[in-house]
Protein backbone atom coordinates (compact mmCIF):
# COMPACT_ATOMS: atom_id res chain seq x y z
CA UNK A 1 0.00 0.00 0.00
CA UNK A 2 1.08 4.08 -0.15
CA UNK A 3 2.83 4.61 3.19
CA UNK A 4 4.27 8.11 1.92
CA UNK A 5 3.97 10.37 -0.30
CA UNK A 6 6.03 13.39 -0.63
CA UNK A 7 5.48 16.57 -3.17
CA UNK A 8 8.04 19.44 -3.76
CA UNK A 9 7.32 22.47 -5.69
CA UNK A 10 4.56 20.91 -7.60
CA UNK A 11 1.89 23.42 -8.99
CA UNK A 12 0.68 25.08 -5.76
CA UNK A 13 2.48 22.57 -3.54
CA UNK A 14 5.65 23.98 -2.35
CA UNK A 15 6.04 21.23 0.15
CA UNK A 16 4.19 18.28 1.41
CA UNK A 17 4.77 15.09 3.47
CA UNK A 18 1.87 12.74 3.59
CA UNK A 19 1.98 9.80 5.49
CA UNK A 20 -0.69 7.57 4.81
CA UNK A 21 -2.12 3.93 6.59
CA UNK A 22 -4.51 1.17 5.83
CA UNK A 23 -8.23 1.62 5.98
CA UNK A 24 -10.44 4.49 3.99
CA UNK A 25 -8.83 7.70 4.10
CA UNK A 26 -11.13 10.82 3.61
CA UNK A 27 -9.64 13.88 1.69
CA UNK A 28 -11.68 16.80 2.18
CA UNK A 29 -11.26 20.90 1.86
CA UNK A 30 -12.49 23.76 0.40
CA UNK A 31 -12.78 24.20 -3.52
CA UNK A 32 -9.83 25.27 -4.90
CA UNK A 33 -7.21 24.42 -1.95
CA UNK A 34 -5.59 21.43 -3.99
CA UNK A 35 -7.32 18.13 -2.82
CA UNK A 36 -6.81 17.07 -6.83
CA UNK A 37 -3.12 18.28 -6.95
CA UNK A 38 -2.26 15.77 -4.31
CA UNK A 39 -3.80 12.96 -6.71
CA UNK A 40 -2.24 14.78 -9.91
CA UNK A 41 0.93 14.71 -8.25
CA UNK A 42 0.87 10.87 -7.40
CA UNK A 43 -0.22 10.33 -10.88
CA UNK A 44 2.99 11.81 -12.15
CA UNK A 45 5.14 8.49 -9.86
CA UNK A 46 2.82 5.98 -11.63
CA UNK A 47 3.76 6.92 -15.10
CA UNK A 48 1.50 9.86 -16.14
CA UNK A 49 2.60 11.98 -18.70
CA UNK A 50 3.98 15.78 -17.59
CA UNK A 51 4.65 19.46 -18.84
CA UNK A 52 6.83 22.42 -17.45
CA UNK A 53 3.71 23.70 -17.02
CA UNK A 54 3.41 21.90 -13.43
CA UNK A 55 6.67 23.01 -11.53
CA UNK A 56 5.62 26.07 -9.10
CA UNK A 57 6.38 28.96 -10.36
CA UNK A 58 9.72 30.56 -8.86
CA UNK A 59 11.46 26.80 -8.58
CA UNK A 60 13.51 24.91 -11.27
CA UNK A 61 11.88 21.71 -10.99
CA UNK A 62 8.97 19.13 -9.47
CA UNK A 63 9.99 16.67 -7.36
CA UNK A 64 7.45 13.65 -6.23
CA UNK A 65 7.98 10.45 -4.49
CA UNK A 66 6.08 7.87 -3.35
CA UNK A 67 6.66 5.31 -1.04
CA UNK A 68 4.85 1.51 -0.82
CA UNK A 69 4.85 -1.07 1.38
CA UNK A 70 5.01 -4.43 -1.04
CA UNK A 71 4.54 -6.47 1.93
CA UNK A 72 1.52 -8.23 0.72
CA UNK A 73 1.97 -7.55 -3.11
CA UNK A 74 3.64 -10.91 -4.81
CA UNK A 75 3.00 -9.69 -8.10
CA UNK A 76 4.98 -6.24 -7.96
CA UNK A 77 8.05 -7.88 -5.74
CA UNK A 78 8.32 -10.12 -9.10
CA UNK A 79 7.97 -7.62 -10.70
CA UNK A 80 11.19 -5.58 -9.59
CA UNK A 81 13.10 -8.48 -9.40
CA UNK A 82 12.88 -9.71 -12.57
CA UNK A 83 14.59 -6.20 -13.58
CA UNK A 84 17.01 -5.99 -11.07
CA UNK A 85 14.93 -3.08 -8.69
CA UNK A 86 14.24 -4.93 -5.74
CA UNK A 87 15.67 -3.76 -2.73
CA UNK A 88 15.29 -4.27 1.29
CA UNK A 89 12.15 -1.81 2.76
CA UNK A 90 9.70 0.13 0.62
CA UNK A 91 9.43 0.40 -2.97
CA UNK A 92 10.22 4.15 -4.22
CA UNK A 93 8.85 5.79 -6.87
CA UNK A 94 9.97 9.06 -7.93
CA UNK A 95 9.21 11.09 -10.59
CA UNK A 96 11.44 14.90 -11.22
CA UNK A 97 10.08 17.71 -13.88
CA UNK A 98 12.37 20.74 -14.79
CA UNK A 99 11.32 23.92 -15.59
CA UNK A 100 12.11 23.53 -19.27
CA UNK A 101 9.84 19.95 -19.35
CA UNK A 102 12.22 17.53 -18.98
CA UNK A 103 11.48 14.29 -16.78
CA UNK A 104 12.81 11.71 -15.44
CA UNK A 105 11.60 8.76 -13.58
CA UNK A 106 13.26 6.20 -10.75
CA UNK A 107 12.50 3.00 -9.56
CA UNK A 108 14.31 2.52 -5.66
CA UNK A 109 16.65 4.99 -7.11
CA UNK A 110 17.62 3.55 -10.34
CA UNK A 111 16.62 5.34 -13.53
CA UNK A 112 13.97 4.58 -15.75
CA UNK A 113 11.58 4.78 -18.40
CA UNK A 114 8.06 6.17 -18.01
CA UNK A 115 6.62 2.91 -18.70
CA UNK A 116 8.17 0.93 -16.39
CA UNK A 117 6.73 3.34 -14.00
CA UNK A 118 3.44 2.77 -15.30
CA UNK A 119 3.60 -0.94 -15.77
CA UNK A 120 4.81 -1.09 -12.42
CA UNK A 121 2.32 1.55 -10.95
CA UNK A 122 -0.82 -0.60 -12.40
CA UNK A 123 0.10 -2.97 -9.91
CA UNK A 124 -0.04 -0.69 -7.30
CA UNK A 125 -2.92 1.65 -7.31
CA UNK A 126 -6.11 1.94 -9.12
CA UNK A 127 -7.33 5.78 -9.36
CA UNK A 128 -10.18 6.55 -10.46
CA UNK A 129 -11.54 9.51 -11.54
CA UNK A 130 -13.27 11.62 -13.96
CA UNK A 131 -10.65 12.99 -15.54
CA UNK A 132 -7.79 10.56 -14.77
CA UNK A 133 -7.28 7.15 -17.45
CA UNK A 134 -9.10 4.60 -15.23
CA UNK A 135 -7.81 0.98 -15.80
CA UNK A 136 -11.54 0.09 -15.55
CA UNK A 137 -11.92 1.44 -19.15
CA UNK A 138 -9.54 -1.41 -20.49
CA UNK A 139 -10.78 -4.61 -21.47
CA UNK A 140 -7.55 -6.10 -20.52
CA UNK A 141 -9.03 -5.45 -17.19
CA UNK A 142 -12.60 -6.39 -17.63
CA UNK A 143 -10.94 -9.69 -18.52
CA UNK A 144 -8.22 -10.14 -15.55
CA UNK A 145 -10.67 -9.06 -13.19
CA UNK A 146 -13.35 -11.79 -14.03
CA UNK A 147 -10.21 -14.53 -13.90
CA UNK A 148 -9.87 -13.18 -10.41
CA UNK A 149 -13.50 -13.11 -9.57
CA UNK A 150 -13.79 -16.65 -11.43
CA UNK A 151 -10.63 -17.74 -9.18
CA UNK A 152 -9.13 -18.99 -12.50
CA UNK A 153 -5.92 -16.38 -13.00
CA UNK A 154 -3.56 -19.57 -12.96
CA UNK A 155 -5.58 -21.40 -15.65
CA UNK A 156 -5.62 -18.14 -17.55
CA UNK A 157 -1.71 -18.19 -16.68
CA UNK A 158 -1.30 -21.92 -18.41
CA UNK A 159 -3.90 -20.41 -21.60
CA UNK A 160 -1.48 -17.41 -22.21
CA UNK A 161 1.59 -20.13 -21.95
CA UNK A 162 0.39 -22.73 -24.19
CA UNK A 163 -0.64 -20.28 -26.86
CA UNK A 164 3.03 -18.71 -26.73
CA UNK A 165 4.38 -22.13 -27.37
CA UNK A 166 1.89 -22.80 -30.31
CA UNK A 167 2.94 -19.28 -31.86
CA UNK A 168 6.55 -20.13 -31.41
CA UNK A 169 5.83 -23.18 -33.09
CA UNK A 170 4.07 -22.52 -35.96
CA UNK A 171 6.67 -19.13 -36.61
CA UNK A 172 9.28 -22.07 -36.58
CA UNK A 173 7.75 -24.43 -38.79
CA UNK A 174 6.74 -21.57 -40.99
CA UNK A 175 10.26 -20.21 -41.20
CA UNK A 176 11.32 -24.08 -42.15
CA UNK A 177 8.49 -24.56 -44.72
CA UNK A 178 9.40 -21.01 -46.37
CA UNK A 179 12.56 -22.44 -47.44
CA UNK A 180 11.36 -26.05 -48.34
CA UNK A 181 11.24 -25.71 -52.37
CA UNK A 182 14.37 -24.15 -52.21
CA UNK A 183 15.63 -27.18 -49.72
CA UNK A 184 14.52 -29.78 -51.81
CA UNK A 185 15.89 -28.78 -54.82
CA UNK A 186 19.16 -28.32 -52.97
CA UNK A 187 18.24 -32.30 -51.50
CA UNK A 188 17.22 -33.78 -55.23
CA UNK A 189 20.73 -31.70 -56.40
CA UNK A 190 22.43 -33.50 -53.70
CA UNK A 191 20.99 -36.87 -54.29
CA UNK A 192 21.86 -37.15 -57.74
CA UNK A 193 25.82 -35.85 -57.28
CA UNK A 194 26.53 -38.25 -54.30
CA UNK A 195 25.00 -41.27 -56.44
CA UNK A 196 27.41 -40.09 -59.29
CA UNK A 197 30.27 -40.37 -57.13
CA UNK A 198 28.96 -43.47 -55.50
CA UNK A 199 29.08 -45.26 -58.49
CA UNK A 200 32.24 -44.07 -59.56
CA UNK A 201 33.31 -46.00 -56.18
CA UNK A 202 36.79 -44.65 -56.75
CA UNK A 203 39.22 -46.28 -54.94
CA UNK A 204 41.98 -45.31 -52.00
CA UNK A 205 45.20 -44.48 -54.25
CA UNK A 206 43.36 -46.04 -57.27
CA UNK A 207 43.88 -43.01 -59.53
CA UNK A 208 47.32 -42.79 -58.71
CA UNK A 209 47.81 -46.01 -59.42
CA UNK A 210 45.61 -45.90 -63.15
CA UNK A 211 47.95 -43.08 -64.15
CA UNK A 212 51.16 -44.82 -63.56
CA UNK A 213 49.48 -47.80 -65.14
CA UNK A 214 48.43 -45.84 -67.95
CA UNK A 215 51.83 -44.03 -68.32
CA UNK A 216 53.23 -47.59 -68.50
CA UNK A 217 51.31 -49.13 -71.16
CA UNK A 218 51.39 -46.09 -73.05
CA UNK A 219 55.18 -46.02 -73.74
CA UNK A 220 55.03 -49.92 -74.21
CA UNK A 221 56.58 -50.86 -77.35
CA UNK A 222 59.29 -48.30 -76.91
CA UNK A 223 60.23 -49.77 -73.28
CA UNK A 224 60.09 -53.33 -75.01
CA UNK A 225 62.95 -52.36 -77.55
CA UNK A 226 64.77 -50.55 -74.55
CA UNK A 227 64.54 -54.01 -72.53
CA UNK A 228 65.44 -56.34 -75.54
CA UNK A 229 68.18 -53.74 -76.31
CA UNK A 230 69.46 -54.43 -72.94
CA UNK A 231 69.51 -57.91 -72.71
CA UNK A 232 71.25 -58.22 -76.06
CA UNK A 233 73.87 -56.00 -75.27
CA UNK A 234 74.68 -57.64 -72.05
CA UNK A 235 74.44 -61.31 -72.98
CA UNK A 236 73.49 -61.90 -76.46
CA UNK A 237 75.37 -59.69 -78.71
CA UNK A 238 77.39 -61.57 -80.86
CA UNK A 239 79.56 -58.79 -81.61
CA UNK A 240 80.24 -59.13 -77.70
CA UNK A 241 78.52 -58.69 -74.47
CA UNK A 242 78.61 -57.39 -71.16
CA UNK A 243 78.57 -60.52 -69.34
CA UNK A 244 81.40 -62.00 -72.10
CA UNK A 245 83.42 -59.16 -71.52
CA UNK A 246 83.38 -59.93 -67.77
CA UNK A 247 84.05 -63.59 -67.89
CA UNK A 248 86.86 -63.23 -70.04
CA UNK A 249 88.33 -60.53 -67.52
CA UNK A 250 88.01 -62.73 -64.51
CA UNK A 251 89.76 -65.62 -66.38
CA UNK A 252 92.82 -63.72 -67.09
CA UNK A 253 93.11 -61.90 -63.79
CA UNK A 254 91.94 -65.14 -61.87
CA UNK A 255 94.93 -67.40 -64.19
CA UNK A 256 97.80 -64.57 -63.98
CA UNK A 257 101.08 -66.53 -61.91
CA UNK A 258 101.78 -64.39 -58.91
CA UNK A 259 98.98 -62.13 -59.18
CA UNK A 260 99.47 -59.37 -56.29
CA UNK A 261 96.90 -58.89 -53.36
CA UNK A 262 96.33 -55.42 -54.39
CA UNK A 263 94.25 -56.94 -57.67
CA UNK A 264 91.59 -58.71 -55.78
CA UNK A 265 89.43 -56.14 -54.59
CA UNK A 266 89.37 -55.81 -58.88
CA UNK A 267 88.77 -59.42 -59.12
CA UNK A 268 86.10 -59.20 -56.60
CA UNK A 269 83.94 -56.33 -57.79
CA UNK A 270 84.08 -57.96 -60.98
CA UNK A 271 82.10 -61.17 -60.12
CA UNK A 272 80.01 -59.23 -58.09
CA UNK A 273 79.23 -57.31 -61.46
CA UNK A 274 78.87 -60.28 -63.25
CA UNK A 275 76.65 -61.74 -60.42
CA UNK A 276 74.70 -58.34 -60.90
CA UNK A 277 74.07 -58.57 -64.66
CA UNK A 278 73.12 -62.03 -64.86
CA UNK A 279 70.77 -60.65 -62.31
CA UNK A 280 69.27 -57.49 -64.69
CA UNK A 281 69.11 -59.41 -67.21
CA UNK A 282 67.27 -62.12 -65.76
CA UNK A 283 65.15 -59.44 -64.39
CA UNK A 284 64.25 -57.90 -67.86
CA UNK A 285 63.29 -61.56 -69.42
CA UNK A 286 60.73 -62.28 -66.90
CA UNK A 287 59.21 -58.73 -67.12
CA UNK A 288 59.34 -59.42 -71.21
CA UNK A 289 57.51 -63.27 -70.30
CA UNK A 290 54.85 -60.92 -68.21
CA UNK A 291 54.19 -58.03 -69.64
CA UNK A 292 50.68 -57.91 -71.63
CA UNK A 293 50.82 -55.01 -73.71
CA UNK A 294 47.01 -55.25 -73.97
CA UNK A 295 45.04 -52.30 -76.57
CA UNK A 296 41.90 -53.08 -74.19
CA UNK A 297 43.57 -52.78 -71.25
CA UNK A 298 44.56 -49.34 -72.31
CA UNK A 299 40.91 -48.25 -73.66
CA UNK A 300 39.68 -49.38 -70.21
CA UNK A 301 42.16 -47.17 -68.11
CA UNK A 302 41.41 -44.13 -70.43
CA UNK A 303 37.94 -44.32 -70.11
CA UNK A 304 38.00 -45.01 -65.88
CA UNK A 305 40.53 -41.87 -65.91
CA UNK A 306 38.15 -39.87 -68.66
CA UNK A 307 35.13 -40.75 -66.28
CA UNK A 308 37.37 -39.61 -63.03
CA UNK A 309 39.03 -36.48 -64.48
CA UNK A 310 35.03 -35.20 -65.74
CA UNK A 311 33.74 -35.79 -63.07
CA UNK A 312 36.20 -33.61 -61.16
CA UNK A 313 35.76 -30.88 -64.09
CA UNK A 314 32.07 -31.08 -63.32
CA UNK A 315 32.85 -30.08 -59.44
CA UNK A 316 35.37 -28.00 -60.23
CA UNK A 317 37.70 -29.74 -58.16
CA UNK A 318 40.93 -31.53 -58.35
CA UNK A 319 40.75 -35.29 -59.20
CA UNK A 320 42.57 -36.15 -55.95
CA UNK A 321 39.84 -34.68 -54.06
CA UNK A 322 37.02 -36.28 -55.06
CA UNK A 323 36.62 -38.29 -51.36
CA UNK A 324 36.47 -35.12 -49.92
CA UNK A 325 34.06 -33.84 -51.97
CA UNK A 326 31.73 -36.86 -51.38
CA UNK A 327 32.17 -36.48 -47.72
CA UNK A 328 30.83 -33.02 -47.67
CA UNK A 329 28.12 -33.78 -49.57
CA UNK A 330 27.13 -36.43 -47.78
CA UNK A 331 27.26 -34.37 -44.37
CA UNK A 332 25.27 -31.94 -46.03
CA UNK A 333 22.72 -34.44 -47.26
CA UNK A 334 22.46 -35.58 -43.68
CA UNK A 335 21.67 -31.73 -42.09
CA UNK A 336 18.68 -31.58 -45.00
CA UNK A 337 17.35 -34.77 -43.45
CA UNK A 338 17.71 -33.38 -40.36
CA UNK A 339 15.72 -30.70 -41.36
CA UNK A 340 12.87 -32.89 -42.86
CA UNK A 341 12.48 -34.41 -39.57
CA UNK A 342 12.39 -31.15 -37.77
CA UNK A 343 9.91 -30.31 -39.77
CA UNK A 344 7.83 -33.83 -38.88
CA UNK A 345 8.61 -33.23 -35.51
CA UNK A 346 7.48 -29.49 -35.50
CA UNK A 347 4.61 -30.48 -37.11
CA UNK A 348 3.87 -32.80 -34.22
CA UNK A 349 4.62 -30.83 -31.21
CA UNK A 350 2.49 -27.90 -32.98
CA UNK A 351 -0.67 -30.01 -33.10
CA UNK A 352 -0.05 -31.31 -29.25
CA UNK A 353 0.39 -28.00 -28.12
CA UNK A 354 -2.99 -26.86 -29.96
CA UNK A 355 -4.62 -29.74 -28.30
CA UNK A 356 -3.29 -28.53 -24.81
CA UNK A 357 -4.46 -24.99 -25.81
CA UNK A 358 -7.92 -26.49 -26.66
CA UNK A 359 -8.30 -28.28 -23.50
CA UNK A 360 -7.19 -25.18 -21.32
CA UNK A 361 -8.97 -22.59 -23.45
CA UNK A 362 -12.25 -24.65 -23.10
CA UNK A 363 -11.90 -25.35 -19.27
CA UNK A 364 -11.19 -21.56 -18.99
CA UNK A 365 -14.16 -20.88 -20.75
CA UNK A 366 -16.47 -22.66 -18.90
CA UNK A 367 -15.15 -21.18 -15.62
CA UNK A 368 -15.69 -17.01 -17.45
CA UNK A 369 -19.19 -18.08 -18.54
CA UNK A 370 -20.25 -19.35 -15.06
CA UNK A 371 -18.89 -16.33 -13.19
CA UNK A 372 -20.00 -13.54 -15.75
CA UNK A 373 -23.43 -14.13 -14.90
CA UNK A 374 -22.66 -14.09 -11.20
CA UNK A 375 -20.19 -11.53 -11.20
CA UNK A 376 -22.59 -8.81 -13.71
CA UNK A 377 -25.61 -9.52 -11.05
CA UNK A 378 -23.76 -8.55 -8.09
CA UNK A 379 -22.21 -5.39 -9.33
CA UNK A 380 -26.26 -4.37 -10.97
CA UNK A 381 -27.39 -4.84 -7.30
CA UNK A 382 -24.48 -2.44 -6.12
CA UNK A 383 -25.24 -0.32 -8.90
CA UNK A 384 -28.56 -0.16 -7.89
CA UNK A 385 -27.65 1.08 -4.69
CA UNK A 386 -25.23 3.53 -5.55
CA UNK A 387 -28.56 5.68 -6.79
CA UNK A 388 -28.89 3.97 -9.93
CA UNK A 389 -32.41 2.66 -10.41
CA UNK A 390 -32.52 0.62 -13.08
CA UNK A 391 -29.21 0.51 -14.33
CA UNK A 392 -28.36 -2.71 -15.58
CA UNK A 393 -24.53 -4.94 -15.95
CA UNK A 394 -23.51 -7.16 -18.36
CA UNK A 395 -20.61 -8.75 -19.07
CA UNK A 396 -20.13 -9.63 -22.67
CA UNK A 397 -18.04 -13.07 -23.57
CA UNK A 398 -17.74 -12.72 -27.67
CA UNK A 399 -16.14 -15.97 -29.86
CA UNK A 400 -12.49 -14.64 -30.34
CA UNK A 401 -12.05 -13.56 -34.21
CA UNK A 402 -9.63 -15.61 -34.66
CA UNK A 403 -9.46 -19.31 -35.04
CA UNK A 404 -5.84 -19.16 -34.14
CA UNK A 405 -5.30 -19.81 -29.96
CA UNK A 406 -5.04 -16.24 -28.68
CA UNK A 407 -2.91 -15.86 -25.17
CA UNK A 408 -5.65 -14.63 -24.10
CA UNK A 409 -8.58 -17.44 -24.36
CA UNK A 410 -11.27 -18.47 -26.81
CA UNK A 411 -13.37 -15.18 -25.71
CA UNK A 412 -12.61 -11.37 -25.70
CA UNK A 413 -14.06 -10.19 -22.31
CA UNK A 414 -15.91 -6.71 -22.45
CA UNK A 415 -18.26 -5.16 -19.51
CA UNK A 416 -21.22 -3.64 -21.05
CA UNK A 417 -23.21 -0.93 -19.19
CA UNK A 418 -26.77 0.93 -19.03
CA UNK A 419 -26.92 3.59 -16.48
CA UNK A 420 -30.31 4.34 -16.53
CA UNK A 421 -33.91 2.19 -17.47
CA UNK A 422 -34.64 1.92 -21.28
CA UNK A 423 -30.56 3.13 -22.33
CA UNK A 424 -29.02 0.41 -24.19
CA UNK A 425 -26.52 -1.80 -22.70
CA UNK A 426 -23.01 0.18 -23.83
CA UNK A 427 -19.23 -0.86 -23.35
CA UNK A 428 -18.31 0.68 -20.19
CA UNK A 429 -15.63 3.09 -21.81
CA UNK A 430 -18.70 4.79 -23.22
CA UNK A 431 -20.43 5.76 -20.22
CA UNK A 432 -20.75 9.74 -20.94
CA UNK A 433 -21.41 10.90 -17.05
CA UNK A 434 -17.89 10.95 -15.06
CA UNK A 435 -20.38 10.40 -12.23
CA UNK A 436 -22.14 7.37 -13.10
CA UNK A 437 -18.95 5.93 -14.51
CA UNK A 438 -17.02 6.62 -11.21
CA UNK A 439 -20.28 4.91 -9.20
CA UNK A 440 -20.06 2.48 -11.15
CA UNK A 441 -16.15 1.44 -11.40
CA UNK A 442 -17.02 1.70 -7.36
CA UNK A 443 -20.06 -1.25 -7.57
CA UNK A 444 -17.47 -3.10 -9.51
CA UNK A 445 -14.55 -3.12 -7.40
CA UNK A 446 -16.80 -3.43 -4.14
CA UNK A 447 -17.59 -7.03 -5.71
CA UNK A 448 -13.77 -8.13 -6.81
CA UNK A 449 -12.02 -6.44 -4.31
CA UNK A 450 -11.48 -9.51 -2.48
CA UNK A 451 -9.74 -11.01 -5.18
CA UNK A 452 -8.01 -7.62 -6.90
CA UNK A 453 -4.40 -7.83 -7.03
CA UNK A 454 -4.33 -3.89 -7.08
CA UNK A 455 -4.44 -3.12 -3.32
CA UNK A 456 -5.30 0.60 -3.12
CA UNK A 457 -7.71 2.39 -4.41
CA UNK A 458 -8.29 6.31 -5.23
CA UNK A 459 -11.70 7.37 -5.64
CA UNK A 460 -12.03 11.21 -6.78
CA UNK A 461 -14.93 12.65 -6.19
CA UNK A 462 -17.04 9.98 -6.50
CA UNK A 463 -19.80 11.51 -4.91
CA UNK A 464 -20.27 14.16 -7.39
CA UNK A 465 -23.87 14.62 -8.55
CA UNK A 466 -25.58 12.32 -5.38
CA UNK A 467 -26.21 13.22 -2.16
CA UNK A 468 -28.85 12.09 1.10
CA UNK A 469 -28.92 8.14 1.41
CA UNK A 470 -27.25 7.62 -1.85
CA UNK A 471 -24.23 9.54 -0.55
CA UNK A 472 -24.41 7.56 2.66
CA UNK A 473 -24.39 3.99 0.46
CA UNK A 474 -20.85 5.40 -0.88
CA UNK A 475 -19.76 6.17 1.96
CA UNK A 476 -20.30 2.63 3.33
CA UNK A 477 -19.48 1.16 0.47
CA UNK A 478 -16.06 2.63 0.46
CA UNK A 479 -15.80 2.18 4.49
CA UNK A 480 -15.80 -1.69 3.25
CA UNK A 481 -13.26 -1.74 0.71
CA UNK A 482 -10.76 0.03 3.48
CA UNK A 483 -11.50 -2.26 5.43
CA UNK A 484 -10.12 -4.71 2.95
CA UNK A 485 -7.41 -2.87 1.47
CA UNK A 486 -6.00 1.10 1.30
CA UNK A 487 -8.94 3.53 0.10
CA UNK A 488 -8.32 7.45 -0.52
CA UNK A 489 -11.41 9.17 -1.58
CA UNK A 490 -12.02 12.87 -2.66
CA UNK A 491 -14.91 13.95 -1.24
CA UNK A 492 -17.50 17.34 -0.48
CA UNK A 493 -20.36 15.27 0.93
CA UNK A 494 -19.91 14.62 4.98
CA UNK A 495 -21.69 11.45 4.50
CA UNK A 496 -18.64 10.02 2.60
CA UNK A 497 -16.43 12.13 5.03
CA UNK A 498 -17.87 10.62 8.41
CA UNK A 499 -17.29 6.68 7.10
CA UNK A 500 -13.52 7.15 6.68
CA UNK A 501 -10.75 5.63 9.16
CA UNK A 502 -8.69 8.63 8.65
CA UNK A 503 -9.37 12.33 7.61
CA UNK A 504 -7.36 14.19 5.90
CA UNK A 505 -7.83 17.82 5.36
CA UNK A 506 -6.69 19.80 2.40
CA UNK A 507 -6.21 23.77 2.55
CA UNK A 508 -4.53 27.08 1.49
CA UNK A 509 -1.73 28.78 3.52
CA UNK A 510 -1.57 32.41 2.24
CA UNK A 511 1.93 33.71 2.90
CA UNK A 512 2.94 37.70 2.32
CA UNK A 513 4.13 36.86 -1.04
CA UNK A 514 2.83 33.71 -1.93
CA UNK A 515 0.23 31.01 -1.58
CA UNK A 516 0.53 26.95 -0.71
CA UNK A 517 -1.16 24.06 -0.38
CA UNK A 518 -1.08 21.72 2.94
CA UNK A 519 -2.47 18.80 4.54
CA UNK A 520 -3.51 18.23 8.05
CA UNK A 521 -3.92 14.91 9.54
CA UNK A 522 -7.09 15.51 11.73
CA UNK A 523 -7.72 14.30 15.49
CA UNK A 524 -11.27 13.36 16.93
CA UNK A 525 -12.07 16.86 17.57
CA UNK A 526 -11.12 18.47 14.59
CA UNK A 527 -12.33 15.99 12.30
CA UNK A 528 -16.41 16.29 13.91
CA UNK A 529 -15.65 20.13 13.39
CA UNK A 530 -14.48 19.50 9.89
CA UNK A 531 -17.44 17.65 8.80
CA UNK A 532 -19.65 19.79 10.58
CA UNK A 533 -18.37 22.40 8.54
CA UNK A 534 -19.18 19.94 5.48
CA UNK A 535 -22.48 19.80 6.91
CA UNK A 536 -23.41 23.64 7.91
CA UNK A 537 -21.01 26.03 6.25
CA UNK A 538 -18.20 28.03 7.53
CA UNK A 539 -20.38 29.08 10.85
CA UNK A 540 -20.21 25.82 13.05
CA UNK A 541 -23.48 25.48 15.08
CA UNK A 542 -24.36 22.83 18.02
CA UNK A 543 -26.73 21.11 15.62
CA UNK A 544 -24.03 20.63 12.75
CA UNK A 545 -21.42 19.74 15.34
CA UNK A 546 -23.88 17.17 17.01
CA UNK A 547 -24.66 15.77 13.59
CA UNK A 548 -21.64 15.53 13.05
CA UNK A 549 -20.64 13.35 16.17
CA UNK A 550 -23.57 11.05 15.46
CA UNK A 551 -22.70 10.53 11.69
CA UNK A 552 -19.15 9.51 12.98
CA UNK A 553 -20.26 7.62 15.76
CA UNK A 554 -22.69 5.41 13.59
CA UNK A 555 -19.74 4.71 10.77
CA UNK A 556 -17.69 3.37 13.68
CA UNK A 557 -20.34 1.72 15.38
Same mark, same amino acid.
Given at each position: ???????? #????????????????????????????????????????? +????????????????????????????????????????????????? *??????? !????????????????????????????????????????????????????????????????????????? %????????? %???? !????????????????????????????????????????????????? #??????????????? +????? #?????????????????????? /???????????????????????????????????????? +?????????????????????????????????? !???? *???????????????????????? *??????????? +???????????????????????? #???????????????????????????????????????????????????? /?????????????? %??????????????????????????????????????????? /?????????????????????????????
Amino acid at each position: MLVHLSVH #NYAIVEHLDLELDSGMSVISGETGAGKSIMLDALGLTLGDR +ADSGVVRPGADKADILASFDLSAIAEARAWLAERDLDIEGPCILRRVIT *AEGRSRG !YINGTPCPQSDLKALGELLIDIHSQHEHQSLLKVDTHRRLLDEFAGSQELARQVQLAAQRWKQTRNELQRLSN %QGDEQRARH %QLLS !YQLEELENLALGEDELEQLEQEHKTLTNAESLLSACRLVIEQCSESDAG #NVLSALASSLNRLSG +AQGQP #NALGEAVSLLASAQIQVEEAVG /ELNRFLDHFDADPQRLQLLEERLDTIYTLARKHRTQPGEL +AALQQQLFEELESLNADDLTLERLGEELAAYERH !YQEK *AGELSALRAQAASTLAASVEQEMQ *ALGMPGGRFHI +ALSPSPSDEPQPNGRELVEFLVSA #NPGQQLKPLAKVASGGELSRISLAIQVITAQTSRVPTLVFDEVDVGIGGPTA /EVVGQLLRRLGERG %QVLTVTHLPQVAAQGHQHLYVHKVRGRDATHTAVSKLDGTQRI /EEIARMLGGLDLTEESLAHARQMVGSANA
